[in-house]
């Protein structure tokens, strides 16, 4: 031992935060180690090692028995007390066996056990950092990609972005920034494993946590959100504000905070709306941008019927029926989308009047439902 290995400890402790007695322990191991293997011995030892003095000592040490068995691991009772008379039964003696060149020895094969501890303590530290982190958002560089993974740099690791948590509308290039949201967090033999993903509902969710301070400190609340990634998502809010209008909030001066979201995920449309717990004016807001005539709510089965202006009908389905998965999704109610022609000839509209009292008086209750359907 010597004062250049104190000066190696302090700085692996300053520069890759491992506590310094985490690195001893790996030391000390390191020398019984290397005591067993290079000098063939089986006894059960202690180092002691002095970091003031850079001093190192093999104790080994034996049981006290009446009869020895094992001399590597046993003496007898008779020959503790002629070390010392204060010796008694199941008693431990230690007996320093320190090798001449133990020194030299111990540093070749210590070496090869320290790194390995440093390394796994190191791969601990950054578990510990990144599973805390797990759902969450944060900016990575693009390093490389092969057939499975696009590899992301984020600072102390690299992570792992999926083919299928791609986007389909994006192309990425080597030292490209991103933002990526962390889906999962595993623990490896080559140590941790993160895998982030750039169509995860989550990552709109954080982005918009970042853009809108009243989702932020709590005063809107994000609801649900629904994704079809690269091209179009609806998320629902909420605020038990009255004052505070959420969807305007999220929406911001001229549609400003949106649009920093919109120009983060390369153009993917997002319609925004109000959240209710009434499911006629939920489900009514969930297809937006298209007009509701009325809704009809089958309770038992969870289930809707939408009717909706003729010239809607197309608006409401959407392109591929997407924007009535998505409201169905963003919702968890089905949704069964009428015209009011087909709606009139099934003999459905106008509704009757139970129905109606679960339809057209929740639209007239709420003034906002036009509005963020225009």
Not at 87 to 98: A, I, K, P, Q, S
Not at 166 to 191: A, C, L, W
Not at 313 to 329: F, M, V
Request: charged letters at 30%; a negative charge.
């Amino acid at each position: 031992m010597s004062s250049e290995l104190m000066d190696a400890l302090n700085v692996l402790e300053t520069e890759k935060g491992i506590s310094r007695d985490v690195l001893i322990d790996a030391i000390e191991a390191a020398l019984i180690s290397a005591y067993r293997r290079n000098f063939n011995q089986a006894q059960n030892v202690r180092i002691d090692l002095n970091l003031e003095k850079g001093s190192m000592r093999v104790f080994a040490r034996k049981d006290i028995v009446e009869e020895v068995f094992d001399p590597r691991l046993e003496i007898s009772i008779e020959e503790a007390k002629s070390i010392n008379p204060s010796y008694r039964l199941d008693d431990v003696v230690e007996m320093e066996v320190t090798p001449k060149d133990f020194g030299r020895i111990a540093a070749q094969t210590a070496k090869q056990v320290v790194t390995q501890r440093v390394r796994e303590a190191e791969r601990g530290i950054i578990y510990s950092e990144f599973i805390d982190r797990e759902e969450d958002i944060m900016t990575g560089i693009v390093q490389r990609q092969d057939s499975r993974f696009i590899y992301v740099s984020l600072g102390k690791i690299e992570a792992l972005l999926p083919i299928n948590e791609q986007m389909p509308n994006e192309q990425y290039k080597p030292h490209d920034r991103i933002k990526v949201f962390i889906t999962k967090v595993e623990k490896t033999s080559k140590g941790p494993q993160i895998f982030v993903s750039r169509t995860h509902p989550g990552l709109l969710k954080r982005l918009f946590e970042i853009e809108v301070p009243e989702i932020f400190d709590g005063t809107v609340e994000i609801k649900s959100v629904a994704r079809e990634a690269g091209d179009r998502s609806k998320i629902s809010v909420h605020s038990d504000n009255e004052e505070v209008d959420p969807v305007g909030s999220c929406v911001g001066q001229k549609g400003q905070r949106v649009q920093a979201i919109v120009n983060e995920l390369k153009g993917e449309k997002i319609d925004i709306v109000k959240w209710s717990e009434d499911p006629v004016i939920f489900v009514g807001n969930a297809l937006s941008p298209s007009k509701v005539l009325e809704v009809v709510v089958k309770e038992e089965e969870k289930a809707t019927t939408v009717i909706v202006p003729d010239y809607q009908l197309s608006l409401a389905i959407g392109k591929r029926g997407q924007n009535a998965r998505l409201a169905a999704k963003l919702t968890g109610w089905k949704i069964d989308i009428k015209s009011e022609t087909e709606a009139r000839s099934a003999g459905i509209y106008p509704v009757a009047e139970q129905d109606f009292l679960l339809s057209r008086d929740s639209f007239e209750d709420d003034d906002d439902f036009s509005e963020d359907n225009e």
